[in-house]
C-alpha cells in the first residue's frame, strides 16, 4: 500500500509498504530516517520513541497504516538547523551518551517530559523514563542531562 | 493482508461482518509485537484508531461509559477521580509510551490472564459493551472472560466500551512485578467496597482472570458496614486465606505457583486494609 505521512513537518510518500509493517520499519527502511533504534521489537526499550501527533509512542508498535495522514516527529526533527535541541544538548555535556543505542528513545521522551512538566522532580523522571532502557550507563548521567535540559529550556 | 481504515462505528461493524478475520488494531501493545514476531499473519488489520465514537466518554447516572478506545494516559488523567481503582492499574501498564497507545478495550481483546485492568473490572462490577450489526449487548465482566487469552466475542462483533460505576467508597488495585514499570504481572489483586457491594479478583493467578466469591462473601457479611471500625488482623488474615484459596496458578517463568498463592494472600491483606480505610473515611464525610 501506499503511505502518505508527515514526518518532521515534511510530507512523505512510501510505496509497497506491507500492510503489516511497523511505522518504525517504514522511518527507517524506506525514509531514511534511522535515527529511531530497533532493538526489542515489542515496546519493552524505547529506542524507537517517537511522537504521533505530539504523543510519544513505541513506532514499532505502531501499524504504518495507522499513521496514514498523521504527523510523526523524530529524534531528527527535534534540531533546528545546526542547532541542538537543549535535552540532546545536555545529553551531550553530561557524556549521558555511551554506546548511543538508546539514546534517540531517551532523548524524545525526555523532550516530551519538560514540554509537560518544565522543572521536573527526579521521581517524575524516573517515571517518564521508565519505559526506556539503557544498558550502558547505569542512568545517573542520563538524569544529570535531564536536570540540565531543565535548566537550560 | 488488507488494512481497512473504517472512520464510524457503523462502518467498522459492517467492515468486522463481512471480514470476520480482521484482526482489530488500537494501541498495537499486543497485536504488533505478535506481527513483528512473525507470529500472527491474519488476513486484514482493522485500524480502530479513526473511530471517534470509540474515543470518548461520558457520565450519567453514577456510571462511567469508558470507550474501548480512550488510552490509559486519558484514563488516568481525565478519569482517575472517579474510577481510583481502574486507574491505579493503568497507571501499572508497561510504560508512559505503552500507556499513550494501549487501552482498555485492547485488554480486554488479548484477555490475557495477567492483563493488568482485568481484576478492576471483575471487582467493581464492570459490564462489557459488545457490538456487530445484529446489534448491541452487554455482558458481566465475569462472562466475558472465557480461557487463556480467550473471551466471548463473536467473530463479527467488536468491544466498543465498558460500563462501570463511579467509585463511592474504597477502591484498591496491587501487582506484584520485579520493578514497577514495563512488567507483566506475577500477580494481581483488586478490591472495591462500597455500600451493599464488596468485589475481590484475582489476576495472574489462574486460566483468566477471576473473582474470588468466597472471600467476596466474608466481606459482605462480616465487615462492620454499620459502625465502620480497623479490622482486626485475624479478620484481615481470613480474607487473605479465602483469597489464596481461590487461586489455581501455575509455575512459569514469571513465578512459581507457591510463591503466586503466597503474593496473593499479601496483596489481598494490604489492599483489604487500605479500601477499608478509604471507605471508613467516604462514610464519616456522609454522616
Given at each position: 500500500m501506499r503511505l502518505n505521512v508527515t514526518v518532521n513537518g515534511e510530507r512523505r510518500q512510501a510505496d509497497d509498504v506491507w500492510e503489516g509493517e511497523s511505522l518504525l520499519y517504514v522511518l527507517r527502511e524506506r525514509l531514511g530516517l534511522p535515527g529511531s533504534k530497533n532493538a526489542c521489537e515489542q515496546g519493552e526499550c524505547g529506542s524507537c520513541t517517537v511522537y504521533l501527533d505530539d504523543v510519544p509512542a513505541c513506532s514499532c508498535l505502531v501499524a504504518a497504516g495507522q499513521a496514514e495522514g498523521r504527523e510523526v516527529r523524530t529524534v531528527e526533527g527535534l534540531a533546528e538547523g545546526e542547532a541542538l535541541d537543549p535535552v540532546q544538548q545536555s545529553f551531550v555535556d553530561a557524556g549521558a551518551v555511551q554506546c548511543g543505542f538508546c539514546t534517540p528513545g531517551l532523548v524524545v521522551a525526555a523532550h516530551d517530559l519538560l514540554d509537560r512538566v518544565p522543572d521536573p522532580s527526579d521521581e517524575e523522571i524516573r517515571e517518564a523514563l521508565a519505559g526506556n532502557l539503557c544498558r550502558c550507563t547505569g542512568y545517573e548521567k542520563i538524569l544529570d542531562a535531564v536536570r540540565t535540559a531543565a535548566g537550560a529550556r | 493482508m488488507d488494512f481497512l481504515r473504517p472512520t464510524t462505528l457503523d462502518e467498522a461493524l459492517a467492515v468486522k461482518a463481512q471480514r470476520p478475520d480482521a484482526v482489530p488494531i488500537a494501541g498495537g501493545t499486543d497485536v504488533m509485537v505478535e506481527l513483528n514476531f512473525d507470529h500472527r499473519r491474519p488476513g486484514a488489520l482493522l485500524d480502530l484508531?479513526?473511530?471517534?465514537e470509540l474515543a470518548e466518554w461520558s457520565s450519567s447516572d453514577g456510571q462511567i461509559s469508558l470507550g474501548a478506545g480512550v488510552s490509559y494516559t486519558r484514563l488516568i488523567g481525565e478519569l482517575g477521580d472517579v474510577l481510583p481503582g481502574l486507574a491505579m492499574a493503568a497507571r501499572t501498564v508497561g510504560s508512559p509510551q505503552i500507556r499513550n497507545r494501549g487501552t482498555v478495550g485492547g485488554n480486554l481483546g488479548a484477555a490475557s490472564p495477567a492483563g493488568d485492568t482485568h481484576p478492576v473490572l471483575l471487582a467493581t462490577g464492570a459490564r462489557v459493551e459488545l457490538a456487530s450489526v445484529r446489534g448491541r449487548r452487554t455482558l458481566a465482566a465475569e462472562d466475558f472472560y472465557t480461557g487463556v487469552k480467550r473471551n466471548a466475542l463473536e467473530p463479527d462483533e467488536l468491544i466498543t466500551a465498558v460500563h462501570l460505576p463511579i467509585a463511592t467508597g474504597g477502591e484498591q488495585f496491587a501487582k506484584i512485578g520485579t520493578?514497577?514499570?514495563?512488567v507483566i504481572a506475577v500477580c494481581s489483586f483488586a478490591i472495591v467496597l462500597r455500600d451493599g457491594h464488596a468485589g475481590a479478583a484475582i489476576g495472574s493467578a489462574a486460566p483468566t482472570p477471576r473473582r474470588v466469591a468466597e472471600a467476596e462473601r466474608f466481606l459482605l457479611d462480616e465487615l462492620p458496614w454499620d459502625a465502620p471500625a480497623p479490622l482486626a488482623d485475624s479478620f484481615k488474615r481470613r480474607f487473605a486465606e479465602l483469597v489464596a484459596a481461590a487461586a489455581t496458578p501455575i509455575d512459569d517463568v514469571r513465578g512459581s505457583a507457591a510463591y503466586r498463592t503466597h503474593a496473593l494472600g499479601v496483596l489481598a491483606r494490604r489492599t483489604l486494609t487500605w479500601a477499608w480505610d478509604t471507605y471508613r473515611g467516604s462514610a464519616r464525610a456522609c454522616a
Open positions: - | 484508531t479513526r473511530i471517534g520493578r514497577n514499570a514495563m
